[in-house]
Protein backbone atom coordinates (compact mmCIF):
# COMPACT_ATOMS: atom_id res chain seq x y z
CA UNK A 1 0.00 0.00 0.00
CA UNK A 2 1.45 3.17 -1.01
CA UNK A 3 1.55 6.42 1.38
CA UNK A 4 -1.38 8.45 1.26
CA UNK A 5 -0.25 11.95 0.07
CA UNK A 6 -0.02 14.53 3.28
CA UNK A 7 -0.50 18.11 3.25
CA UNK A 8 2.53 20.30 3.48
CA UNK A 9 2.82 23.65 4.96
CA UNK A 10 3.68 24.70 2.00
CA UNK A 11 0.06 23.75 1.02
CA UNK A 12 -1.50 25.73 4.09
CA UNK A 13 0.40 28.94 2.30
CA UNK A 14 -0.98 28.17 -1.22
CA UNK A 15 -4.65 27.38 0.21
CA UNK A 16 -4.71 30.57 1.87
CA UNK A 17 -3.84 32.66 -0.99
CA UNK A 18 -6.54 30.59 -2.70
CA UNK A 19 -9.45 31.24 -0.38
CA UNK A 20 -8.64 34.51 0.92
CA UNK A 21 -12.18 36.69 -0.28
CA UNK A 22 -14.04 33.71 -0.38
CA UNK A 23 -14.34 32.88 3.01
CA UNK A 24 -13.87 35.10 6.28
CA UNK A 25 -10.84 35.99 8.33
CA UNK A 26 -12.66 34.97 11.15
CA UNK A 27 -12.12 37.84 14.54
CA UNK A 28 -10.64 36.22 17.68
CA UNK A 29 -13.03 37.07 20.87
CA UNK A 30 -11.89 37.74 24.67
CA UNK A 31 -13.61 38.36 27.84
CA UNK A 32 -12.25 39.28 30.84
CA UNK A 33 -14.67 37.26 33.01
CA UNK A 34 -13.94 33.89 31.23
CA UNK A 35 -10.61 34.51 31.50
CA UNK A 36 -11.53 35.04 35.48
CA UNK A 37 -13.49 32.57 35.48
CA UNK A 38 -10.66 29.72 33.51
CA UNK A 39 -7.42 31.16 35.45
CA UNK A 40 -6.53 31.39 31.67
CA UNK A 41 -5.71 33.95 29.21
CA UNK A 42 -7.92 32.91 26.10
CA UNK A 43 -8.03 34.11 22.69
CA UNK A 44 -11.39 32.86 20.68
CA UNK A 45 -10.12 32.08 17.28
CA UNK A 46 -14.32 32.36 16.52
CA UNK A 47 -15.07 29.86 13.60
CA UNK A 48 -18.75 29.86 14.00
CA UNK A 49 -18.69 33.21 12.61
CA UNK A 50 -16.92 31.85 9.05
CA UNK A 51 -18.65 31.36 6.44
CA UNK A 52 -21.29 28.47 6.68
CA UNK A 53 -20.94 28.95 10.35
CA UNK A 54 -17.98 26.44 10.36
CA UNK A 55 -14.26 26.05 9.59
CA UNK A 56 -15.19 23.30 7.51
CA UNK A 57 -15.62 26.39 4.78
CA UNK A 58 -11.91 26.41 4.93
CA UNK A 59 -11.34 23.16 3.27
CA UNK A 60 -14.29 22.62 1.30
CA UNK A 61 -13.16 26.06 -0.77
CA UNK A 62 -9.99 24.84 -0.80
CA UNK A 63 -11.04 21.92 -2.51
CA UNK A 64 -13.59 23.00 -4.91
CA UNK A 65 -10.94 25.98 -6.02
CA UNK A 66 -8.23 23.38 -6.66
CA UNK A 67 -10.05 21.74 -9.46
CA UNK A 68 -9.09 21.95 -13.01
CA UNK A 69 -12.12 23.46 -15.17
CA UNK A 70 -12.60 20.03 -16.78
CA UNK A 71 -13.21 18.24 -13.30
CA UNK A 72 -14.85 21.28 -11.87
CA UNK A 73 -17.63 20.98 -14.65
CA UNK A 74 -18.78 17.91 -13.93
CA UNK A 75 -19.90 18.99 -10.23
CA UNK A 76 -18.72 17.93 -6.75
CA UNK A 77 -20.08 15.55 -4.25
CA UNK A 78 -19.79 14.05 -0.43
CA UNK A 79 -22.16 12.29 1.97
CA UNK A 80 -22.69 14.85 5.28
CA UNK A 81 -24.86 15.03 8.15
CA UNK A 82 -23.33 18.44 9.01
CA UNK A 83 -21.19 21.05 8.22
CA UNK A 84 -19.39 19.55 5.70
CA UNK A 85 -21.92 19.51 3.33
CA UNK A 86 -23.36 23.40 3.60
CA UNK A 87 -19.44 24.06 3.48
CA UNK A 88 -19.16 22.05 0.16
CA UNK A 89 -22.60 23.26 -0.94
CA UNK A 90 -21.49 26.99 -0.65
CA UNK A 91 -18.10 26.46 -2.02
CA UNK A 92 -19.79 24.59 -5.15
CA UNK A 93 -22.12 27.87 -5.37
CA UNK A 94 -19.09 30.47 -5.29
CA UNK A 95 -17.60 28.58 -8.22
CA UNK A 96 -20.82 28.00 -9.91
CA UNK A 97 -20.51 24.12 -10.28
CA UNK A 98 -22.99 21.70 -8.88
CA UNK A 99 -22.61 20.48 -5.64
CA UNK A 100 -24.30 16.74 -5.09
CA UNK A 101 -24.88 16.30 -1.14
CA UNK A 102 -25.98 12.62 0.16
CA UNK A 103 -27.58 13.59 3.48
CA UNK A 104 -28.73 10.58 6.50
CA UNK A 105 -32.93 10.81 6.47
CA UNK A 106 -32.12 11.56 9.48
CA UNK A 107 -30.65 14.68 9.59
CA UNK A 108 -31.44 17.68 10.99
CA UNK A 109 -34.36 19.82 8.92
CA UNK A 110 -31.93 22.87 10.09
CA UNK A 111 -28.86 21.33 8.14
CA UNK A 112 -30.78 19.99 5.08
CA UNK A 113 -32.08 23.41 4.89
CA UNK A 114 -29.01 25.25 4.64
CA UNK A 115 -27.56 23.01 1.93
CA UNK A 116 -30.69 23.50 0.25
CA UNK A 117 -30.21 27.02 0.57
CA UNK A 118 -26.72 27.36 -1.44
CA UNK A 119 -28.54 25.44 -4.27
CA UNK A 120 -27.35 22.00 -3.65
CA UNK A 121 -28.75 18.75 -5.49
CA UNK A 122 -29.97 16.50 -1.71
CA UNK A 123 -29.73 12.83 -2.13
CA UNK A 124 -31.49 11.20 0.86
CA UNK A 125 -30.88 7.67 1.87
CA UNK A 126 -30.74 5.29 5.24
CA UNK A 127 -28.81 6.74 8.45
CA UNK A 128 -26.47 4.27 7.92
CA UNK A 129 -22.53 4.55 6.95
CA UNK A 130 -22.50 1.76 4.04
CA UNK A 131 -25.95 3.78 3.11
CA UNK A 132 -24.50 6.93 2.78
CA UNK A 133 -21.41 5.60 0.74
CA UNK A 134 -23.38 3.07 -1.68
CA UNK A 135 -24.96 6.30 -2.29
CA UNK A 136 -22.22 8.36 -2.87
CA UNK A 137 -21.06 6.42 -5.73
CA UNK A 138 -24.05 5.51 -7.32
CA UNK A 139 -24.48 9.37 -7.25
CA UNK A 140 -20.82 9.91 -8.77
CA UNK A 141 -21.58 7.38 -11.48
CA UNK A 142 -24.68 9.16 -12.80
CA UNK A 143 -22.98 12.48 -12.21
CA UNK A 144 -19.40 11.93 -12.97
CA UNK A 145 -18.72 14.69 -9.69
CA UNK A 146 -15.57 14.85 -8.03
CA UNK A 147 -15.97 13.79 -4.40
CA UNK A 148 -14.79 15.83 -1.99
CA UNK A 149 -14.03 13.91 1.29
CA UNK A 150 -14.63 16.03 4.64
CA UNK A 151 -11.45 15.49 6.38
CA UNK A 152 -8.72 12.70 4.92
CA UNK A 153 -7.98 14.73 1.98
CA UNK A 154 -5.12 16.95 2.07
CA UNK A 155 -6.31 19.74 -0.07
CA UNK A 156 -9.31 20.10 3.03
CA UNK A 157 -6.53 19.52 5.53
CA UNK A 158 -4.65 22.38 4.14
CA UNK A 159 -7.37 24.71 3.75
CA UNK A 160 -8.72 23.90 7.59
CA UNK A 161 -4.53 24.35 8.74
CA UNK A 162 -5.23 28.42 7.31
CA UNK A 163 -7.04 28.21 10.87
CA UNK A 164 -3.40 28.45 12.47
CA UNK A 165 -1.56 30.87 9.95
CA UNK A 166 -4.56 33.42 11.29
CA UNK A 167 -4.31 32.77 15.06
CA UNK A 168 -0.49 33.09 14.46
CA UNK A 169 -0.98 36.47 12.93
CA UNK A 170 -3.87 37.70 14.73
CA UNK A 171 -2.75 36.51 18.47
CA UNK A 172 0.41 38.56 19.31
CA UNK A 173 1.82 36.04 22.70
CA UNK A 174 0.59 32.20 22.22
CA UNK A 175 1.66 29.85 24.62
CA UNK A 176 -0.68 26.70 23.79
CA UNK A 177 -2.99 26.18 20.95
CA UNK A 178 -6.40 24.38 22.06
CA UNK A 179 -7.85 22.81 18.75
CA UNK A 180 -10.95 20.04 18.82
CA UNK A 181 -10.41 16.46 17.32
CA UNK A 182 -13.47 14.66 15.08
CA UNK A 183 -11.75 13.61 11.69
CA UNK A 184 -8.84 15.14 12.49
CA UNK A 185 -8.61 17.27 9.52
CA UNK A 186 -8.77 20.98 11.60
CA UNK A 187 -6.54 19.48 14.02
CA UNK A 188 -3.74 17.95 11.47
CA UNK A 189 -3.65 21.35 9.51
CA UNK A 190 -3.63 23.41 12.21
CA UNK A 191 -0.77 21.68 13.99
CA UNK A 192 1.07 21.42 10.61
CA UNK A 193 1.05 25.05 10.52
CA UNK A 194 1.60 25.84 14.23
CA UNK A 195 4.32 23.47 14.75
CA UNK A 196 6.29 24.50 11.57
CA UNK A 197 6.20 28.17 12.39
CA UNK A 198 5.95 27.94 15.83
CA UNK A 199 7.27 24.52 17.41
CA UNK A 200 7.93 25.71 21.09
CA UNK A 201 4.04 27.08 20.78
CA UNK A 202 2.39 23.69 22.14
CA UNK A 203 -0.39 21.88 20.29
CA UNK A 204 -3.49 20.41 22.45
CA UNK A 205 -6.54 18.27 21.12
CA UNK A 206 -9.70 18.49 22.89
CA UNK A 207 -11.84 15.21 22.54
CA UNK A 208 -15.15 14.23 23.80
CA UNK A 209 -15.25 11.57 26.21
CA UNK A 210 -17.78 9.29 24.76
CA UNK A 211 -15.96 9.39 21.17
CA UNK A 212 -12.26 9.13 22.09
CA UNK A 213 -10.59 7.68 19.21
CA UNK A 214 -8.40 9.89 19.02
CA UNK A 215 -7.28 9.98 22.08
CA UNK A 216 -6.61 6.30 21.89
CA UNK A 217 -5.36 6.17 18.44
CA UNK A 218 -2.65 8.68 19.95
CA UNK A 219 -2.53 6.47 22.94
CA UNK A 220 -1.61 3.19 21.29
CA UNK A 221 0.65 4.61 18.11
CA UNK A 222 -2.11 3.18 16.10
CA UNK A 223 -4.89 4.06 14.51
CA UNK A 224 -8.08 2.51 15.99
CA UNK A 225 -12.19 3.31 15.09
CA UNK A 226 -14.68 5.03 16.98
CA UNK A 227 -17.56 2.43 17.44
CA UNK A 228 -20.84 3.49 19.08
CA UNK A 229 -20.18 7.19 20.12
CA UNK A 230 -22.31 8.75 22.99
CA UNK A 231 -21.72 12.64 22.86
CA UNK A 232 -23.69 15.60 22.66
CA UNK A 233 -21.07 16.96 20.03
CA UNK A 234 -22.51 15.95 17.12
CA UNK A 235 -19.67 16.94 14.63
CA UNK A 236 -16.93 15.18 16.51
CA UNK A 237 -18.47 11.31 16.20
CA UNK A 238 -16.05 10.40 13.35
CA UNK A 239 -13.32 8.49 13.46
CA UNK A 240 -9.67 9.64 13.08
CA UNK A 241 -9.00 9.27 9.43
CA UNK A 242 -5.41 7.91 7.76
CA UNK A 243 -3.72 11.34 6.64
CA UNK A 244 -5.30 13.20 9.68
CA UNK A 245 -3.95 10.57 12.21
CA UNK A 246 -0.30 10.71 10.45
CA UNK A 247 -0.25 14.17 10.98
CA UNK A 248 -1.66 14.21 14.93
CA UNK A 249 1.26 11.38 15.15
CA UNK A 250 3.71 14.42 14.31
CA UNK A 251 2.76 17.31 15.11
CA UNK A 252 0.02 17.49 18.61
CA UNK A 253 1.72 17.90 21.72
CA UNK A 254 -1.08 16.16 23.50
CA UNK A 255 -4.90 15.10 23.43
CA UNK A 256 -7.12 15.34 26.45
CA UNK A 257 -10.95 14.31 27.06
CA UNK A 258 -13.83 16.23 28.75
CA UNK A 259 -16.98 15.19 29.70
CA UNK A 260 -20.41 16.41 28.33
CA UNK A 261 -21.35 17.79 31.48
CA UNK A 262 -17.91 19.94 30.86
CA UNK A 263 -19.02 20.96 27.18
CA UNK A 264 -22.46 22.09 28.07
CA UNK A 265 -21.13 24.65 30.75
CA UNK A 266 -19.01 25.28 28.43
CA UNK A 267 -21.59 26.57 25.51
CA UNK A 268 -23.36 28.21 28.26
CA UNK A 269 -20.66 30.73 29.52
CA UNK A 270 -19.82 31.25 25.83
CA UNK A 271 -23.17 32.44 24.99
CA UNK A 272 -23.88 34.62 28.03
CA UNK A 273 -20.40 35.93 28.64
CA UNK A 274 -18.58 35.91 24.98
CA UNK A 275 -22.24 36.57 23.77
CA UNK A 276 -21.62 34.14 20.70
CA UNK A 277 -23.37 31.25 19.46
CA UNK A 278 -21.17 27.51 19.91
CA UNK A 279 -22.51 24.23 19.11
CA UNK A 280 -21.19 21.52 20.98
CA UNK A 281 -18.17 20.99 19.17
CA UNK A 282 -17.45 24.27 19.15
CA UNK A 283 -16.99 24.06 22.78
CA UNK A 284 -14.84 21.43 23.24
CA UNK A 285 -12.23 23.55 23.81
CA UNK A 286 -13.09 25.98 26.44
CA UNK A 287 -14.58 22.76 28.37
CA UNK A 288 -10.65 21.67 28.05
CA UNK A 289 -9.87 24.44 29.78
CA UNK A 290 -12.28 24.73 32.31
CA UNK A 291 -12.30 20.90 33.12
CA UNK A 292 -8.30 21.08 33.69
CA UNK A 293 -7.31 24.37 34.97
CA UNK A 294 -4.19 23.59 36.81
CA UNK A 295 -2.95 22.49 33.37
CA UNK A 296 -3.36 25.68 31.62
CA UNK A 297 -3.40 28.36 34.61
CA UNK A 298 -0.92 31.41 33.75
CA UNK A 299 -0.54 30.44 30.19
CA UNK A 300 -1.76 32.23 26.87
CA UNK A 301 -4.27 30.11 24.97
CA UNK A 302 -5.66 30.26 21.93
CA UNK A 303 -8.83 28.09 21.36
CA UNK A 304 -10.50 27.37 18.52
CA UNK A 305 -14.31 28.11 18.24
CA UNK A 306 -14.47 25.58 15.47
CA UNK A 307 -18.79 26.02 14.80
CA UNK A 308 -22.07 27.62 16.06
CA UNK A 309 -24.46 25.18 13.56
CA UNK A 310 -27.15 24.19 15.73
CA UNK A 311 -31.24 23.58 16.26
CA UNK A 312 -31.74 26.32 18.55
CA UNK A 313 -35.09 24.67 19.55
CA UNK A 314 -33.44 22.02 20.50
CA UNK A 315 -30.71 23.16 23.65
CA UNK A 316 -28.91 21.06 25.80
CA UNK A 317 -30.48 22.85 29.19
CA UNK B 1 -39.87 75.46 35.92
CA UNK B 2 -36.38 76.14 34.15
CA UNK B 3 -35.34 74.20 31.08
CA UNK B 4 -33.23 70.57 31.93
CA UNK B 5 -29.90 70.82 30.89
CA UNK B 6 -29.04 68.83 27.51
CA UNK B 7 -26.03 67.43 26.01
CA UNK B 8 -24.03 68.90 23.18
CA UNK B 9 -22.33 67.18 20.61
CA UNK B 10 -19.01 68.30 22.14
CA UNK B 11 -20.33 66.64 25.19
CA UNK B 12 -20.77 63.48 22.91
CA UNK B 13 -17.25 64.30 21.98
CA UNK B 14 -15.84 64.68 25.30
CA UNK B 15 -17.10 61.43 26.39
CA UNK B 16 -15.50 59.43 23.61
CA UNK B 17 -12.40 60.78 24.92
CA UNK B 18 -13.51 60.60 28.57
CA UNK B 19 -14.74 56.33 28.34
CA UNK B 20 -12.16 55.00 25.57
CA UNK B 21 -10.07 52.28 27.33
CA UNK B 22 -12.84 51.46 29.28
CA UNK B 23 -15.31 50.41 27.63
CA UNK B 24 -15.24 48.93 23.89
CA UNK B 25 -14.92 49.98 20.72
CA UNK B 26 -17.79 47.03 19.44
CA UNK B 27 -17.12 45.57 16.24
CA UNK B 28 -19.63 45.83 12.77
CA UNK B 29 -21.22 42.46 11.89
CA UNK B 30 -22.56 41.48 8.01
CA UNK B 31 -24.50 38.60 7.05
CA UNK B 32 -25.12 38.28 3.25
CA UNK B 33 -27.56 35.91 3.99
CA UNK B 34 -29.61 38.35 6.61
CA UNK B 35 -29.01 40.44 4.02
CA UNK B 36 -30.59 38.58 1.60
CA UNK B 37 -33.64 37.80 3.66
CA UNK B 38 -34.52 41.33 4.65
CA UNK B 39 -33.82 42.92 0.96
CA UNK B 40 -31.50 45.24 3.13
CA UNK B 41 -27.33 46.11 3.41
CA UNK B 42 -27.51 45.91 6.87
CA UNK B 43 -24.20 46.74 9.23
CA UNK B 44 -25.15 45.64 13.11
CA UNK B 45 -23.45 47.55 15.46
CA UNK B 46 -22.65 44.94 18.06
CA UNK B 47 -23.49 46.50 21.62
CA UNK B 48 -24.44 42.94 22.84
CA UNK B 49 -20.61 42.35 22.39
CA UNK B 50 -20.39 45.45 25.05
CA UNK B 51 -18.30 45.18 28.59
CA UNK B 52 -21.18 44.28 30.90
CA UNK B 53 -22.99 42.77 27.85
CA UNK B 54 -25.25 46.30 26.79
CA UNK B 55 -24.82 50.09 25.57
CA UNK B 56 -25.15 50.77 29.44
CA UNK B 57 -21.79 50.61 29.64
CA UNK B 58 -21.17 54.07 27.72
CA UNK B 59 -23.26 55.85 29.58
CA UNK B 60 -22.61 54.58 33.30
CA UNK B 61 -18.90 55.31 32.67
CA UNK B 62 -18.82 58.20 31.28
CA UNK B 63 -21.69 60.21 34.35
CA UNK B 64 -18.54 57.83 36.72
CA UNK B 65 -15.65 59.39 35.41
CA UNK B 66 -17.05 63.00 35.27
CA UNK B 67 -17.70 63.30 38.59
CA UNK B 68 -15.00 65.37 41.12
CA UNK B 69 -12.92 63.41 43.27
CA UNK B 70 -14.92 64.21 46.17
CA UNK B 71 -18.41 63.66 44.75
CA UNK B 72 -17.07 59.90 43.63
CA UNK B 73 -15.45 59.29 47.00
CA UNK B 74 -18.87 58.76 48.25
CA UNK B 75 -19.82 56.25 45.38
CA UNK B 76 -23.21 55.67 43.07
CA UNK B 77 -26.51 54.81 43.38
CA UNK B 78 -29.28 53.88 41.00
CA UNK B 79 -32.39 51.76 40.71
CA UNK B 80 -32.32 49.02 38.17
CA UNK B 81 -33.87 46.00 36.97
CA UNK B 82 -31.24 45.56 34.53
CA UNK B 83 -28.53 46.61 32.20
CA UNK B 84 -28.13 50.03 33.49
CA UNK B 85 -27.91 48.60 36.76
CA UNK B 86 -24.96 46.12 35.81
CA UNK B 87 -23.34 48.92 34.07
CA UNK B 88 -22.84 51.62 36.81
CA UNK B 89 -21.55 48.58 38.77
CA UNK B 90 -18.98 48.36 36.35
CA UNK B 91 -18.29 51.55 35.75
CA UNK B 92 -17.72 52.27 39.84
CA UNK B 93 -15.40 49.05 39.97
CA UNK B 94 -13.08 50.64 37.48
CA UNK B 95 -13.28 53.45 39.32
CA UNK B 96 -12.49 51.75 42.57
CA UNK B 97 -15.62 53.26 44.11
CA UNK B 98 -18.76 52.34 45.87
CA UNK B 99 -21.83 51.53 43.62
CA UNK B 100 -25.28 50.95 45.56
CA UNK B 101 -27.90 49.38 43.39
CA UNK B 102 -31.85 48.92 44.44
CA UNK B 103 -33.29 45.81 42.58
CA UNK B 104 -36.96 44.60 42.61
CA UNK B 105 -37.26 41.64 44.84
CA UNK B 106 -38.28 40.16 40.72
CA UNK B 107 -35.30 40.85 39.05
CA UNK B 108 -33.93 37.77 37.25
CA UNK B 109 -31.27 36.15 39.14
CA UNK B 110 -28.82 36.21 36.28
CA UNK B 111 -29.04 40.54 36.42
CA UNK B 112 -28.54 40.31 40.32
CA UNK B 113 -25.62 37.69 39.74
CA UNK B 114 -24.24 39.99 37.01
CA UNK B 115 -24.52 43.11 39.25
CA UNK B 116 -23.01 41.17 42.30
CA UNK B 117 -20.04 39.87 40.07
CA UNK B 118 -19.03 43.34 39.99
CA UNK B 119 -19.00 43.78 43.78
CA UNK B 120 -21.96 46.42 43.54
CA UNK B 121 -24.14 46.57 46.89
CA UNK B 122 -27.48 45.58 46.13
CA UNK B 123 -30.55 46.75 48.27
CA UNK B 124 -33.66 44.29 47.32
CA UNK B 125 -37.29 46.74 47.45
CA UNK B 126 -40.57 45.81 46.36
CA UNK B 127 -41.55 45.62 42.41
CA UNK B 128 -42.87 48.73 42.42
CA UNK B 129 -42.45 51.98 41.13
CA UNK B 130 -42.66 53.32 44.47
CA UNK B 131 -40.92 51.84 46.51
CA UNK B 132 -37.40 51.80 44.00
CA UNK B 133 -37.67 55.41 44.44
CA UNK B 134 -38.14 55.30 48.29
CA UNK B 135 -35.81 52.63 48.59
CA UNK B 136 -33.27 55.14 46.29
CA UNK B 137 -33.76 58.25 48.54
CA UNK B 138 -33.19 56.09 51.58
CA UNK B 139 -29.87 54.72 49.90
CA UNK B 140 -28.76 57.87 49.39
CA UNK B 141 -29.97 59.76 52.88
CA UNK B 142 -27.78 57.25 54.34
CA UNK B 143 -24.26 56.62 52.22
CA UNK B 144 -24.49 60.13 50.26
CA UNK B 145 -23.92 58.55 47.06
CA UNK B 146 -24.21 60.10 44.19
CA UNK B 147 -27.77 59.29 41.58
CA UNK B 148 -26.94 58.11 38.12
CA UNK B 149 -30.42 58.06 36.51
CA UNK B 150 -30.18 55.11 33.38
CA UNK B 151 -31.21 57.34 30.58
CA UNK B 152 -32.53 61.40 31.49
CA UNK B 153 -29.26 62.19 32.09
CA UNK B 154 -27.20 64.76 30.17
CA UNK B 155 -24.00 62.85 30.92
CA UNK B 156 -25.33 59.57 30.30
CA UNK B 157 -27.35 60.77 26.91
CA UNK B 158 -23.38 61.94 26.06
CA UNK B 159 -22.06 59.00 26.53
CA UNK B 160 -24.76 56.77 24.68
CA UNK B 161 -24.27 58.87 21.62
CA UNK B 162 -20.53 57.63 21.16
CA UNK B 163 -22.44 54.49 19.75
CA UNK B 164 -23.38 57.58 16.81
CA UNK B 165 -20.46 58.30 15.99
CA UNK B 166 -18.21 54.72 15.98
CA UNK B 167 -21.45 53.69 13.57
CA UNK B 168 -19.94 56.85 11.19
CA UNK B 169 -16.68 56.03 11.85
CA UNK B 170 -16.46 52.60 11.05
CA UNK B 171 -19.62 52.15 8.58
CA UNK B 172 -18.47 53.83 5.21
CA UNK B 173 -21.63 54.25 3.71
CA UNK B 174 -24.86 54.58 5.12
CA UNK B 175 -28.28 56.31 4.54
CA UNK B 176 -30.69 55.01 7.52
CA UNK B 177 -29.21 54.95 10.98
CA UNK B 178 -32.25 52.60 13.37
CA UNK B 179 -32.15 52.36 16.86
CA UNK B 180 -34.14 51.19 19.52
CA UNK B 181 -35.95 53.08 22.17
CA UNK B 182 -37.09 52.81 25.84
CA UNK B 183 -35.81 55.59 27.72
CA UNK B 184 -34.34 57.69 25.27
CA UNK B 185 -31.11 57.13 26.19
CA UNK B 186 -29.27 55.60 23.09
CA UNK B 187 -31.86 56.88 20.67
CA UNK B 188 -31.70 60.87 21.85
CA UNK B 189 -27.43 60.43 22.18
CA UNK B 190 -27.02 59.01 18.71
CA UNK B 191 -29.47 60.89 16.79
CA UNK B 192 -27.87 64.13 18.37
CA UNK B 193 -24.38 62.46 16.94
CA UNK B 194 -25.66 61.44 13.88
CA UNK B 195 -27.62 64.33 12.63
CA UNK B 196 -24.82 67.43 13.48
CA UNK B 197 -22.20 65.18 11.85
CA UNK B 198 -24.88 63.82 8.46
CA UNK B 199 -27.78 65.78 8.83
CA UNK B 200 -28.92 63.95 5.63
CA UNK B 201 -28.44 60.70 7.12
CA UNK B 202 -31.72 59.49 8.37
CA UNK B 203 -32.39 58.40 12.06
CA UNK B 204 -35.40 55.78 12.50
CA UNK B 205 -36.19 54.61 16.28
CA UNK B 206 -37.95 51.60 16.57
CA UNK B 207 -40.43 50.60 19.19
CA UNK B 208 -42.40 47.60 20.95
CA UNK B 209 -45.96 48.15 20.24
CA UNK B 210 -46.59 46.82 23.42
CA UNK B 211 -44.85 49.81 25.29
CA UNK B 212 -45.26 52.31 22.00
CA UNK B 213 -45.09 56.05 24.32
CA UNK B 214 -42.12 57.03 22.28
CA UNK B 215 -44.29 56.49 19.04
CA UNK B 216 -47.02 58.56 20.60
CA UNK B 217 -45.28 61.43 22.52
CA UNK B 218 -43.79 61.85 18.90
CA UNK B 219 -46.83 62.07 16.93
CA UNK B 220 -48.67 64.18 19.97
CA UNK B 221 -46.00 66.39 20.36
CA UNK B 222 -45.75 66.05 24.05
CA UNK B 223 -44.67 63.65 26.15
CA UNK B 224 -46.90 60.58 27.77
CA UNK B 225 -45.81 58.43 29.87
CA UNK B 226 -46.68 54.16 29.35
CA UNK B 227 -48.69 52.69 31.39
CA UNK B 228 -49.26 49.17 31.78
CA UNK B 229 -46.77 47.90 29.12
CA UNK B 230 -46.63 44.47 27.62
CA UNK B 231 -43.96 43.23 25.21
CA UNK B 232 -41.35 40.86 25.30
CA UNK B 233 -38.18 43.38 25.18
CA UNK B 234 -37.87 44.01 28.71
CA UNK B 235 -35.35 46.87 28.34
CA UNK B 236 -37.33 48.57 26.83
CA UNK B 237 -40.67 49.38 29.05
CA UNK B 238 -40.13 52.61 30.28
CA UNK B 239 -40.96 56.08 29.49
CA UNK B 240 -39.14 58.65 27.63
CA UNK B 241 -37.35 61.02 29.79
CA UNK B 242 -37.70 64.84 29.26
CA UNK B 243 -34.29 65.64 27.97
CA UNK B 244 -34.91 62.18 25.95
CA UNK B 245 -38.07 63.67 24.70
CA UNK B 246 -36.31 67.49 23.51
CA UNK B 247 -33.50 65.73 21.43
CA UNK B 248 -35.68 63.06 19.78
CA UNK B 249 -38.79 65.79 19.49
CA UNK B 250 -35.60 67.64 17.39
CA UNK B 251 -33.01 64.95 15.70
CA UNK B 252 -35.09 62.07 14.77
CA UNK B 253 -37.13 61.48 11.72
CA UNK B 254 -39.58 58.64 12.41
CA UNK B 255 -40.48 56.43 15.44
CA UNK B 256 -41.63 52.76 13.92
CA UNK B 257 -43.65 50.37 16.12
CA UNK B 258 -42.93 46.39 15.88
CA UNK B 259 -44.79 43.17 17.19
CA UNK B 260 -43.47 40.78 19.78
CA UNK B 261 -44.13 37.94 16.99
CA UNK B 262 -41.52 40.11 14.71
CA UNK B 263 -39.02 41.00 17.58
CA UNK B 264 -38.80 36.87 18.22
CA UNK B 265 -38.41 35.91 14.49
CA UNK B 266 -35.92 38.58 14.40
CA UNK B 267 -33.88 37.37 17.39
CA UNK B 268 -33.71 34.04 15.77
CA UNK B 269 -32.26 34.69 12.82
CA UNK B 270 -29.52 36.82 14.71
CA UNK B 271 -28.34 33.69 16.84
CA UNK B 272 -28.87 31.39 14.02
CA UNK B 273 -27.36 33.40 10.94
CA UNK B 274 -25.20 36.11 12.98
CA UNK B 275 -24.18 33.77 15.63
CA UNK B 276 -24.54 36.30 18.01
CA UNK B 277 -26.82 36.06 21.33
CA UNK B 278 -29.37 38.82 20.91
CA UNK B 279 -31.74 39.86 23.89
CA UNK B 280 -35.43 40.63 22.66
CA UNK B 281 -34.92 44.70 23.02
CA UNK B 282 -31.78 44.56 21.28
CA UNK B 283 -33.35 42.49 17.96
CA UNK B 284 -36.41 45.29 17.60
CA UNK B 285 -34.10 47.26 15.19
CA UNK B 286 -34.04 43.88 12.92
CA UNK B 287 -37.61 43.43 13.43
CA UNK B 288 -38.45 46.66 12.09
CA UNK B 289 -36.86 45.86 9.07
CA UNK B 290 -38.22 42.86 8.57
CA UNK B 291 -41.89 43.96 9.62
CA UNK B 292 -41.16 47.48 7.04
CA UNK B 293 -39.15 46.31 4.18
CA UNK B 294 -40.60 48.23 1.44
CA UNK B 295 -39.52 51.10 4.05
CA UNK B 296 -35.88 50.35 3.63
CA UNK B 297 -35.38 48.36 0.26
CA UNK B 298 -32.23 49.15 -1.58
CA UNK B 299 -30.62 51.23 1.40
CA UNK B 300 -27.57 51.23 3.36
CA UNK B 301 -28.53 50.79 6.89
CA UNK B 302 -26.62 50.56 10.62
CA UNK B 303 -28.67 48.65 12.72
CA UNK B 304 -27.69 49.03 16.98
CA UNK B 305 -28.05 45.70 18.47
CA UNK B 306 -28.78 47.34 22.22
CA UNK B 307 -27.90 44.04 24.48
CA UNK B 308 -27.79 40.69 24.76
CA UNK B 309 -28.14 39.75 28.25
CA UNK B 310 -31.20 37.28 28.59
CA UNK B 311 -31.78 34.31 30.58
CA UNK B 312 -31.21 31.54 28.06
CA UNK B 313 -33.09 29.05 30.46
CA UNK B 314 -36.13 30.98 29.39
CA UNK B 315 -36.17 31.59 25.93
CA UNK B 316 -39.11 32.81 23.62
CA UNK B 317 -39.52 30.09 21.19
Not at 45 to 70: H, I, Y
Not at 146 to 157: C, E, Q
Not at 260 to 273: N, P, S
Request: aromatic share 4%; proline share 4%; with cysteine.
Amino acid sequence: MSEPDLPTFDDIRAAQARIVGHVHRTPVLTSRLLNQHAGVHIAFKAENLQRAGAFKARGATNAVLSLDTATAAAGVATHSSGNHGAALALAAADRDIAAHIVMPSNAPDVKKAAVAAYGAHIIECEPTLEAREATLVEVVARTGAHVVHPYDDARVIAGQGTVGLEILEQVAEVDVVVVPVGGGGLLGGVALAVKTLRPEVEVVAIEPAGADDAFRSFGLGRRVLQSAPNTIADGLLTSLGVRNFALIQQYVDTIITVDDATIVEAMRLQWTRLKTVVEPSGAVTFAGLLEYPERFRGRRVAAVISGGNLDIDKLPW
